[in-house]
């Protein structure tokens, strides 16, 4: 009795392990060969993208938004401090084709700290995504033009409205032709 | 010689005969001059003069900046008024860092270096000549602006063995070469041979078309001086004068696209900036003038005139009678590949080889309509381009398209522009294109930078983060193992005093 109870358990456990491991091993085999690609568009975009979480997108974060565009929620050129290069490396991974016309006329601006405003209190430094504000408790802050990205995290974050965004004109050394004005001839009828 | 098949090009009505009876004429010393600090290719000069002080004529106000880059002199005496941001000489209208001058009248010279006037073999090694030629600001003055040095100088890089002469001249209109040619010839000569000294070549050409059979003549008898030089006629096709063109034309070498010509073995200078090498190792003399070409029947007295750097086109103009018949289109330069001129305020620079006032029937601007597919701008390109299909894609938006068929190789003659039965502005569209795909990558360089920044920062505050927790959590068991401490003596104490 004893040594027939012992038997089938046994049995049970071994039907158990061995049903067990036969189905761990297809399960295994499956999900290596039988799996649903996972999109990796949205770890790439995210790359691309400036990685501050700046939200100006309207998404929590650049994770959030690379997802959304790859479902085709958000533009390619939905990152504003992205600027047109992102959006046309976003464009050229997802295989959309993005038109340069030289329409975007809007000037790429900079954030710009007013000096006789500021009081030092370093919120913006720390708010700054790219390190692109230097300065100290009680010192003076400046913006280095050329490692802002336009988020505008700085701008909210300061007490006594110090900082402003401001364009960025355009010099000898970045102008350059605009496009021809296009002369379509009117439709007739 | 022979000479060697240039594929493209165009045939152009010349208009040279405005100015080129009219010997150079050196202009009086302007009132004022306004000298821009990036007169040249690479990164702008850094003033070295203040306001108020007194500078001589010749004496350095801009040192060369960083990398490429040329030095900046005073081109009269007198006192720096300004040293502020003036309009520029370029289409944009766009303003540019310029030391103005307010003349004392008296034209002196600062201190020059001393001159080399031993003849050949030079008492000098090659660098000491090419510290002399970057000294003296000398930039190529076909009108690229290149500083000439940085060409010397390529010599330690790539193996040179030939130097070829640019005295195309290609451009309608502009005589300043041609007129150069006949009257200072044997000062041409003495800087070709510095320069070719200074590259160590065995083969120097000079190359001149065909339309200047006096210019020809006054420098084969001045190239007798050296029996290495060799005097070549190209023909009358623009674009000859494309430094790329002319080798091509003269030596059978094709330059790569979107590489120099001393990758080929070869280094081309313009018949002007020989001339200037031979007066900074002559005379000592810096870049201080240049001539200009006023020419285009907006002009009451067309003529080639030896102008101060910096003169206000206002001035040179006034100079040249001033304008006659309202003129339409005021250039800086060629008129193929020279640009408008924002306004008359503009100063004569290193790069200026004409000043154009060109009136309605020397323009060709009809209105644009739709393409017939001739194919005429394809058979022109010099670049071997075809610049339907380019501006077809530009027009809709394609940059990355377009520059997949070279449109980065165009060279901006205008060939094709001028072709045009249609008048399609062909040229302009890859203007366009080349300058914003530039500016793309400017902004793709930016933004790596900047993600790079924020990768940094977002590692830092993560250890940050990290060291904080570790310290907090140190702190705990600290304060946990005294309390223990604190806790246990007074239980021992108890149990003393029971």
Redesign the interface.
Known sequence: MDANMMTQAAQAVGAIGLLGTGLGVILGVAARYLSAPVDDRTEAIAALLPGSNCAQCGYAGCKQAAAAIVDGRAAPNCCPPGGASTAQRVAELIGVRLAVDGSDTALPTVAWVDEARCIGCTRCIRKCGSDAIVGAIKQMHTVLPEVCYACGLCVTECPTNAIVMKPVMPTLATWHWPKPAAKRPTAAA | MMLFQVRGGVKLSYRKELSSESPIVRMPTPKRVCIPL?QHVGSPAEPVVEVGQWVGKGQLIGRAGRGISANVHASISGTVIAVEDRV?P???G?T?LTVVIESDGADRWAELPQPITADFPLPATPKELNDRVAAAGIVGLGGAAFPSAVKLDMRYKYSIDTLVINGAECEPYITCDDRLMRESAAEIVDGVRIMAYALAVEHIIIAIEANKPKAVKAMREAAKADSSIRLVTVPTRFPMGSAQHLLLAVTGRETPADKRTAEVGAVVHNVATARAVSMAIRRGEPLVSRVVTVSGLGVREPANVEVPLGTSVEDLLTFCGGLHPVPTLLIGGGPMMGAPLPSVHAPVVKGSSGVLALTASETNEG??S?CIRCGKCVTACPAGLVPVEMAQL???????GAKAIGSQDCIACGSCSFICPSHI?LA??F??A???L???????R??D???S??????ERTAREAEIKKAAAAARKAAKAAAAKATAEPPTQLLEEST
């Open positions: 990036q520029a370029h289409p944009s766009l540019q209105p644009e739709p530009i027009r809709r938006g394609d940059l990355q502005p302009h569209y203007s366009f080349n300058g914003k530039s500016a793309l990558d400017r902004d793709a930016q933004q930078r900047i993600r920044l924020v990768q940094a920062r977002n």
